[in-house]
Nanobody
Framework: QVQLVESGGGLVQPGGSLRLSCAAS??????MSWHRQAPGKERELVAS???????YYVDSVKGRFTISRDNAKNTMYLQMDSLKPEDTAVYYC??????????WGQGTQVTVSS
């Protein structure tokens, strides 16, 4: 049984930081990723990382967010610094098991507001 358990969301002021975690069980994948969905918008890819540490970031978070993973723990992280109100969204982790198919976490709310 595949489980993706996310944690670390919350309310933070602009300029603040949060760290998200995604613990995976029942699946091991070369690539893991974080996505987010803001109200009224489509879900978008935020960052991804391979088991070898190759990373990708969407332009809007480059220099502010850092994705990492602990392969031994099968856990992925997203360190989010210098948060902006436009980062407000539900953040999801995603792990593919084959091309075009995979598993989503339950989502964790990130709210950036003063």
């Amino acid at each position: 049984q595949v489980q993706l358990v996310e944690s670390g969301g919350g309310l933070v002021q602009p300029g603040g930081s949060l760290r998200l975690s995604c613990a995976a069980s029942g699946i091991i994948s070369n690539i893991m990723s974080w996505h987010r969905q803001a109200p009224g918008k489509e879900r978008e890819l935020v960052a991804s990382i391979t088991s070898g540490g190759i990373t990708y970031y969407v332009d809007s978070v480059k220099g502010r967010f850092t994705i990492s993973r602990d392969n031994a723990k099968n856990t992925m992280y997203l360190q989010m610094d210098s948060l902006k109100p436009e980062d407000t969204a539900v953040y999801y982790c995603y792990v593919p098991n084959r091309p075009g198919n995979g598993y989503w976490g339950q989502g964790t709310q990130v709210t950036v507001s003063s």
